[in-house]
């Protein structure tokens, strides 16, 4: 098995496994082209822990829960999990947290932008090409030497906060589920209407979040990564993967009557073009230099990366600063800070790539 993921088909299989998933998630009630989006499901576990207070992007995703348990079960499995930390931690957590408002003001991760582009959203166009400039950017710092040092191996229980801290959050949802027609549950906070309020069951949820967990791990499939090989190395094989999810989540969109072509009205997204692009390009480069894309940096903390898990903890806490300070973009636009946050995160971005090389 570990051969296969790691080949071509094994890569395109994972692909084609995701892209099938997320429209079906959808289908069965995630928000519209939002089948799976790692940066606003981890905006609505924000929420959900009462982090920021946007009342329509409140819940414990259980997709993220079981993306990192996923990961764990494979890498434990395959006696991957290795516990490591010490990389310039609080250089990850401000690379999450200004990687979220990127994603936010786009509104989606880069795996919400393929989805956005197979169900016939042609702002993802912009989006995508911000962020393909982004990692660009990031890997002209990696060619001139930008490294945030090597991450040195520590205690088994480093490793497993992260797992740990998943596990909690769905105990959490277990004691506290939701009630109909209330906003709060326990301490968990539930959106009544807008896009946290649109979920798939709970255990469906669950059970795909493992799975594509699992597989992502075995396979170390990562959208960052896809172009970042490809510019750097001309190496297509993570990029396989990409496209094949495309592909398949737009034949899958076809099948269930979810594609719609168009510009305007797409479910939950914008129009202002020049900050789809910009809001991508910030969280390109955020995502370039610190690794790998947000789902990346989930199954890399599933099996033991602590500085992983500092970046998802600052991507999370990057959705707090979105939602209760207005940096977040909503259908209507970009939030009345949007932009200001977007300049100032690619200039911390340009600030960390110029001073943390390493010269010959």
Known sequence: MKNFFASRWGIIGVGAFIGILAPLLQK????????????????????????????????????????????????????????????????????????MIGALVFLGCPWRALLRLAGGDGNAILGLAGLIVGIWIGTLFLKSGYNLGRAEKTHTSVGWLMPLTMIGFLILMLIFPQIQDQPQSG????????????????LISLVVGLGVGFA???????????????????????????????????????????????????????????????????????FALAGGCPGRQLFLAGEGDG????????????????????????????????????????LVCLFIGFTMRKRA
């Open 307 to 346: 500085d992983s898990a500092v970046f998802v903890f600052g991507m999370i806490v990057g959705a707090g600063f979105a939602h209760n300070f207005g940096l977040a973009s909503s259908p209507n636009g970009v939030g009345p800070h949007g932009i200001a946050a977007t300049i100032i995160g690619l």
């Open 28 to 99: 069965w009630g995630n928000p519209g082209n939002m089948g799976i989006c790692v940066a606003c499901f981890e905006r609505d576990i924000t929420g959900a822990v009462g982090l920021h207070r946007a009342a329509v992007v409140q819940y414990m995703r259980p997709e993220i829960i079981g993306f990192v348990l996923g990961s764990l079960i494979a890498a434990y499995l395959f006696k991957e999990f290795r516990a490591r930390a010490g990389s310039a931690p609080i250089v990850r957590f401000i690379l999450g947290a200004f990687a």
């Open 216 to 286: 992502a791990q075995r396979s170390r499939f990562c959208t960052m990564g896809a172009f970042r090989d490809l510019i750097l190395f001309r190496q297509p094989h993570l990029f396989y993967g990409l496209l094949t999810l495309v592909v398949v989540a737009f034949i899958t969109n076809l099948i269930v009557g979810q594609f719609h072509p168009g510009f305007v009205k797409q479910p939950v997204a914008h129009t202002m073009q020049l900050w789809n692009f910009g809001g991508m390009v910030l969280a390109g480069l955020a």
């Open 187 to 202: 301490v968990l906070f539930y959106s009544l209407k807008g896009p946290g309020a649109m979920h798939a069951p709970l």
